[in-house]
């Protein structure tokens, strides 16, 4: 038996870590796969002679995930991808941030249209509708 820490790239939450390790523990050969998903990593004991580094990495690749078996390679790999996936929550947090903004630019504006009719107009303009009701021309 070998045992050996590959880097896993695509896992966003635990259930992603559990598919993983499910999907390595279902392989041929492999006897054991324990996935840390705060470090990005999955602890694999396999038996070299049924399975191999490569293959592990397509049954992970299968599972919509990516293990990384050359490690100077991977480091390199693993580095863009997690690049990647932080400009891309930065973007989505940007545009959601834009989104709460404009929400609330509407929602103020619309509740100054919808002023209850008790409260005073100040503008005193022969083009509101408040203030000629009121008998209040400008």
């Known amino acids: 038996m070998t045992k050996r820490i590959f880097p896993v790239t695509g896992m966003s939450c635990a259930a992603c870590a559990a598919r993983v ?3 390595l523990g279902a392989q041929q050969g ?4 324990a996935v840390n998903f705060a470090a990005a990593t999955v602890v694999v004991e396999y038996d070299p002679d049924r399975t191999s580094p490569e293959l592990l990495a397509q049954a992970v690749a299968g599972a919509g995930y990516g293990l990384i078996t050359d490690l100077k390679e991977g480091a390199e790999q693993a580095e863009r991808e997690h690049e990647a996936h932080y400009r891309a929550l930065k973007r989505r947090a940007a545009a959601e941030q834009e989104k709460a903004c404009l929400s609330g630019l509407l929602e103020e504006t619309s509740a100054v249209r919808r002023r209850p009719s ?3 107009c100040r503008c005193s303009s022969s083009e509101c509708s408040s203030c000629t009701a009121r008998g209040r021309p400008g």
């Open 118 to 120: 008790h409260w005073p």
């Open 30 to 33: 492999v006897r054991q796969a």
């Open 21 to 23: 390790g499910k999907t």
